[in-house]
């Protein structure tokens, strides 16, 4: 399954963005994808998933409210719509499907990243 992020730049706080992972077999081979991102100099943060088949969400407490994640099964494109953007919403973001063998608890809003993109850096000022 390959990824690719798009969609990220530089906001200032109080703006917008909307992130994609375009990844045009992962309705047919991954039971959800999900959103990651990390800062310098933290740990990976699970932030939002989406089970591809239900369209069931989950969010991090971090972003809850404020971030939608969805999905367009026929562009094969998730996406992560990011509201109301604070500083520390500073990261590299990145997308992950899991690989489909099992299926995944996505509570906590974790998606078992077994496939990654290659990430694509939010900035808030």
């Known amino acids: 399954v390959q990824l690719v992020e798009s969609g990220g730049g530089s906001v200032q706080a109080g703006g917008s963005l909307r992130l994609s992972c375009a990844a045009p077999?992962?309705?047919?081979?991954?039971?959800?994808v999900g959103w990651f991102r990390q800062a310098l100099g933290k740990e990976r943060e699970a932030i939002a998933a989406?089970?591809?088949?239900?369209?069931?969400?989950f969010y991090a407490d971090s972003v809850k409210g404020r971030f939608t994640i969805s999905q367009d099964h026929d562009k094969g494109t998730v996406y992560l719509q990011m509201n109301s953007l604070k500083p520390n919403d500073t990261a590299m973001y990145y997308c992950a499907a899991d690989r489909g063998d099992r299926i995944p608890d996505l509570s906590g809003a974790y998606c078992p990243p077994d496939y990654w993109g290659q990430g694509t850096q939010v900035t808030v000022s």
């Open positions: 077999q992962y309705t047919y081979t991954s039971y959800c």
């Open positions: 989406i089970y591809t088949g239900a369209g069931t969400t």
